[in-house]
């Protein structure tokens, strides 16, 4: 009762901070900021690595990027949460609106077989990624007071209502982006005190279903797949590399065989800028800019450099999940935790294809990977999360997401 | 566990976030190993992998060494030729099929993803007519080019698949047995079927062309090479033709594998003798020595250790340059298989590092000559004489009357296989090794059933070095050598025959051959009882017998052993040991005696070679100094090199085995010297057991003939002789169950009787002691001197004529 009088007290003080000064305090939101950054030109010097020309471009996304992170610092939280939800609803139209054929090709042209971009004239734009940090805005104010995910029926239409823009992303096809929804929406869920029981189902259910899959690629004749033709090559493929075996080094692994062969070659400290370029451009690594920017990185730096990269997410992370310890705002604990999720789904899927521990797909390493709307989107979340990390928690007189009644009863 | 951390952390917040925390940082852990592993673990492996992209590597054909004959002729030599290969996906047509995959795939990407296996396939077999088209364009255009049809083209691309399956089949096989044998027990075939080197290779369907039609094939490559599609990018459009090749393949040619020899038939026994010399065609002279090339089988780098691409421990790829690639090859049997290490040479290369600009360049190593002692001119007539139709290699009537009908003994008019030796003493060079019947390369590629199927005339084997024979009476010299040397008896000692057998409770074996003929023993034959150079003259085996039996079976065995019996020579050339019993063995033997006995004459328990028997009399002459023979001159270690070639001996049933090298006998001197005395006695007194060829006259056609004509009828040549006649375990036919190339048991009888051997060592005029030693042997001929001898006479003739004497 001491430490919340005290905290009260603080939140009231800071309350009567101008703006300015409440950001310009130190707060968990500049460690976030700094990894971001970090990441960002760790991005930009690895771009530029094989395109000093696609480097400026980012530099400049840069830009713009900061400018949005500056605008996401003005509203409070809680207008945020508000607006969560309709500018979710909005980007569900907008891409249901993609993948329907009435939308003309000009406008959402099919680039590598998807339909994922909308073309403003020379500028694309990649609404998922955008839905993604508002799927988790809307989620977390619509679950911040809510108790109902505390039973089966409750948490399983989180679920259902998380496969709305999931299926539509699906349905672009965009899978990478698609997948990211799915631990996001459980971590999120984890943290707001899900029952084990419910969620341990639920991941249960998930083992099954890959292992499912996985055992038709490998025993059930080509009719009774469940997966498409191309997803069944990717995951014989990789289960081939992991054997040494060679077959499809040429076909399905070619991307895979390149990233691991280019990210071995890196060795401990790298080639260095120019080495690592002509590597690259010779061995026609393919999405050297985006999918598997983590590759050049770690070519050119070598393991010191892909270490650094990952402990740089790993604080970014922490960060994140440092501030939903700190701040009592409920709203603010799943966001952030949500955009943990995000960010850690994201650079599970896109290192562990590089490194060979997953079946290829295709999806970006947040901050690095060259492209605007993906760095768009991150700054717009890194601004959020330094709103939330500056501005006072808000007083509330329960403790929220505390539904282990036997520890608080006997602690009181 | 759970209490414990309720209690430090009671807000269920806070330890959810905990375990959020927990399973992140596990899960980047996994991500941090994985790097680990592949930047350390297997850094080395990748780098090479990742920077082999900077180099190029363009190899240099190397030339094959020549083999040479030891006057300096060429018998085996390459020759710079071109031919076209097609890479084995055109031929088996999985280039169109896959053409026509690819085709649909890039008319749109995302429509072929959605489709099912099935769809993909209907979809690409619409667009696959146009590939085939291509595939078809280019039959008739390499047709065109090689002057061929395009049925021929077609045959040639169905042998060469029908090859590739057969190969890919028997590497699976010899794979599941030897995976079931490591596992102990039977695994599924379709493990043990593996993608050979040679799939993924090129294959000549044209060989070799003419410069016109090597240009326009250069052209029509350069074109199919450089091919732009209309937008000008490049390697757009492909042309089946990017997977043609024109290589330089440098045929082997043997140019003295056919030749013409005069045979002067005025010195040939009276019956065949004519003054009109009468002129030859030999094909495959030498064929058994020489050898062959054939294609690298797979497995066959392995087995040798001499792969081209190799990886080291960190998995970086090594070539050897040294090492075989698919669709090298390599010696078959022979000089060609067995001095493979020294004939090959090495390839070279240029590294382009395309990062740095550098060029690396590795000339090629030539492979070396080898010369052989052969004289290829000796070779060629030796040959021509043991061909039947000259008439000494077939049965004649002077051998004497065909025996009972019902015995497989070759009649008169049958065929004679067999073999001729001739070796220089001082040097043990071998001048003409010949094995008949032989065969020629063309027959080997057209009826290969004829060369491998016939076990009994099996002109693929070399009988002077892989087929033994009991030696018969032409070990006599030896015994007398190996008894006076161990004191059985003294160089004055005489040995009556006066039963005409030596065991008088068993006076039906162990007999003297003139009781057996004539019924007469050899004091009858001679008056008097026979001297050592006596016995060898007349082949008495009495005396013989008498020394076998004093020598004991220790003696004997450690005689023969000296002399080279039971072991191989050391000559270079793949060769079997031939047969002489363990003293142990022989000992546990209830009819000891009988064996030792038959062992004087060179009968029983043992067996050697045209090749050792040869040798032995050249040890003779050179009065008690065994050494190996040779057939390789240059280079001087060649013997070494091939006894360490893994290959060798395959295919022949020996291996390149003994040591090489000399040993003294320490033979009595004049022991030696009586032996020898008793050869020239045998070859030239009357009563000599290789001296004359006696003619029948109740035969019309010897109506005409002296009673007698000498078997040798050489000047300036001194000829010391010894004829056997070797009673010879009969020949029936091998059965081999299992397939294993081996057989299990024997059928029907082919052939019975005794073999003819004569031995001859030669002492030109103005020479101390004989030079040259000659040593043949006709199977199942019979009586040896009559048949064998007239042979060697003419080989003495045939080196007259090549400037020996």
């Known amino acids: 009762m001491i430490s919340a009088t005290h905290s009260s007290i603080s939140a009231r003080r800071l309350a009567n901070l101008p703006t300015w000064r409440l950001y310009l305090r130190p707060h968990v939101g500049w460690l976030v900021i700094g990894c971001a950054w970090a990441l960002a030109g760790i991005g930009v010097a690895a771009i530029g690595t094989t395109s000093p020309s696609a480097a400026s471009g980012q530099v400049r996304w840069l830009i713009i990027s900061m400018a949005l992170l500056l605008g996401c610092l003005l509203p409070r939280p809680r207008l945020i949460g508000r607006l969560a939800v309709p500018i979710l609803i909005v980007h569900v139209v907008v891409l249901l609106l993609m993948v329907t054929p009435l939308v003309p090709r000009w406008l959402v042209p099919s680039v590598n077989g998807a339909k994922s971009w909308i073309r403003f004239g020379s500028m694309g734009f990649q609404p998922s990624e955008t839905a993604k940090i508002f799927f988790v805005l809307a989620m977390a104010w619509r679950l911040r007071h809510a108790r109902g995910y505390r039973s089966l029926r409750g948490l399983l239409t989180q679920f259902g209502i998380m496969l709305v823009p999931v299926a539509l992303i699906f349905k672009q096809p965009d899978l990478g982006t698609a997948l990211v929804f799915v631990p996001t929406l459980f971590l999120m869920l984890v943290v707001a005190g899900a029952r084990m029981r419910h969620l341990g189902l639920l991941v249960g259910v998930a083992v099954a279903v890959i292992a499912i899959n996985l055992a038709a690629v490998f025993l059930l004749p080509e009719n009774m797949q469940l997966l498409k033709p191309h997803q069944q090559t990717r995951i014989r493929a990789m289960f081939a590399q992991m054997q040494g075996d060679t077959k499809y080094i040429n076909t399905a692994g070619f991307q895979q065989d390149k990233a691991i062969t280019l990210i071995g070659s890196g060795g401990v400290a790298g080639y260095g800028k120019q080495r690592a370029s002509d590597l690259i451009e010779m061995n026609a690594l393919p999405e050297e800019h985006n999918d598997m920017i983590f590759v050049v990185v770690v070519n050119r730096w070598g393991l010191l450099g892909g270490l650094a990269t990952l402990s740089l997410y790993a604080l970014l992370i922490g960060s994140f999940l440092l501030l939903a310890m700190v701040n009592r705002n409920p709203f603010v604990r799943l966001s952030v935790v949500g955009f943990a999720g995000l960010i850690f789904s994201q650079v599970l899927i896109n290192v562990g294809v590089a490194v060979g521990l997953m079946p290829v797909t295709g999806i970006t390493l947040p901050f690095v990977s060259y492209g605007g709307s993906s760095l768009l989107a991150m700054f717009v979340m890194i601004g959020i999360t330094v709103n939330f990390a500056a501005r006072p928690s808000a007083v509330f007189s329960v403790a929220n997401f505390e539904y282990d009644q036997s520890a608080i009863t006997k602690r009181t | ?457 099996s002109p693929f084997m070399n009988r002077v070095l892989t087929r033994a024979y009991q030696p018969g009476s032409v070990v006599k010299p030896l015994l007398l050598t190996m008894g006076v040397s161990r004191d059985v008896i003294d160089l004055n000692d005489t040995i009556a025959d006066e039963h005409g057998y030596y065991l008088p409770s068993d006076p039906n074996h162990f007999r003297n051959w003139s009781y057996n003929y004539y019924n007469l023993t050899m004091m009858q034959l001679a008056g008097h009882a026979l001297r050592g150079d006596e016995a060898v003259a007349r082949s008495c085996n009495i005396y013989f017998f008498t020394v076998a039996d004093r020598l004991g079976a220790a003696g004997l065995i450690e005689g023969y052993g000296a002399f080279g019996a039971g072991r191989p020579t050391g000559s270079g050339l793949p060769e079997i040991a031939g047969e002489l019993p363990d003293l142990r063995w022989l000992n546990a033997q209830n009819d000891k005696r009988g064996r030792v006995l038959n062992m004087g004459i060179g009968q029983g328990p043992i067996r050697w070679t045209p090749i050792q028997a040869a040798n032995a009399y050249a040890a003779l002459a050179r009065g008690g100094f065994w050494q190996s023979p040779k057939f390789v001159v240059s280079p001087e270690n060649a013997n070494d090199v091939s006894r360490t070639g893994e290959n060798a001996g395959e295919n022949v049933g020996g291996g390149v085995g003994g040591k090489s090298g000399g040993e003294d006998l320490y033979l009595n001197p004049g022991a030696v010297r009586m032996a020898i005395d008793g050869m020239w006695q045998s070859a030239n007194e009357p009563f000599g057991s290789t001296h004359f060829l006696a003619y029948n006259y109740k035969k019309p056609e010897f109506s005409e003939l002296p009673k007698r004509e000498p078997i040798f009828n050489v000047t300036g040549v001194q000829v010391f002789a010894k004829s056997g006649t070797a009673d010879a375990v009969k020949f029936r036919r091998p059965i081999d169950d299992d397939g294993d190339g081996y057989p299990d048991r024997y059928g029907e009888l082919l052939r019975e009787g005794d073999h003819a051997w004569v031995g001859a060592l030669l002492q030109p005029e103005g020479a101390d002691r004989p030079t040259h030693v000659v040593m043949a042997v006709l199977e199942y001929a019979g009586s040896g001197g009559k048949m064998a001898g007239p042979i060697v006479n003419q080989i003495i003739h045939a080196m007259q004529a090549e400037g020996y004497f």
Do not use: C
Request: zero cysteines; charged letters at 30%.
């Open chain 2, 1 to 457: 566990m759970r209490r414990r951390l309720r209690q430090f952390m009671p807000r269920m917040f806070y330890r959810r976030l905990l375990l959020v925390l927990a399973v992140m940082v596990f899960a980047f852990l996994l991500l941090g190993i994985q790097m680990v592993n592949l930047t350390l673990g297997r850094g080395a492996e990748l780098q090479s992998k990742a920077e082999s992209v900077f180099i190029k590597r363009t190899l240099i054909p190397t030339v094959r060494g020549r083999i040479l004959d030891r006057k300096g002729r060429i018998l085996a030599t390459d020759r710079p030729a071109y031919q076209i290969a097609v890479h084995t996906d055109v031929l088996t047509g999985d280039w169109s099929y896959r053409r026509a995959r690819w085709h649909v795939y890039r008319m749109d990407r995302a429509r072929w993803r959605e489709m099912s296996d099935l769809e993909q396939e209907a979809a690409a077999a619409r667009v696959q007519s146009i590939y085939d088209a291509q595939v078809k364009t280019l039959w008739w255009e390499l047709a065109e080019l090689g002057g061929v049809t395009v049925d021929e083209i077609d045959q040639q691309r169905v042998a060469i698949v029908r090859k590739l399956q057969l190969i890919k089949g028997d590497v699976a096989q010899r794979q599941y047995v030897r995976r079931s044998a490591e596992l102990d027990e039977p695994i599924d075939f379709a493990e043990a079927v593996i993608d050979l080197a040679e799939e993924r290779g090129y294959h000549a369907i044209i060989e070799p062309m003419d410069q016109a039609a090597l240009l326009a094939a250069r052209r029509k490559l350069s074109e199919a090479h450089n091919g732009r599609d209309t937008d000008g990018r490049l390697g757009v459009t492909q042309s089946v033709w990017q997977w043609v090749r024109v290589t330089d393949t440098r045929n082997r040619e043997y140019p003295h594998e056919s030749m013409e020899v005069d045979v002067d038939r005025s010195t040939l026994p009276l019956p065949l003798r004519s003054d009109e010399p009468v002129t030859m065609r030999m094909d495959g002279v030498g064929i058994h020595l020489i050898g062959a090339m054939r294609p690298v089988w797979a497995g066959d780098a392995e087995r040798l250790g001499l792969t081209f691409e190799n990886k080291d421990d960190a998995g970086r790829k090594n070539y050897n340059l040294y090492g075989y690639r698919p669709g090298d090859r390599t010696g078959q049997w022979g000089v060609e298989a067995t001095y493979e290490k020294i004939l090959r040479g090495a390839r070279g290369q240029t590294i382009a590092h395309l990062d740095t600009d550098e060029v690396e360049r590795t000339v090629p190593v030539a492979g070396r000559d080898v010369r052989l002692s052969i004289d290829i001119h000796l070779q060629a007539r030796v040959q021509a004489l043991m061909t039947p139709e000259l008439g000494l290699a077939k049965v004649q009537p002077w051998r004497g009357e065909d025996p009972d009908p019902e015995k497989k003994t070759p009649r008169i008019g049958d065929d004679l296989p067999g073999a001729a030796v001739v070796m220089e003493i001082d040097s043990g060079e071998v001048l003409a090794a010949v094995s008949m019947p032989g065969f020629s390369r063309e027959q080997l590629a057209q009826t290969p059933e004829m060369i491998f199927g016939d076990p009994y005339w």
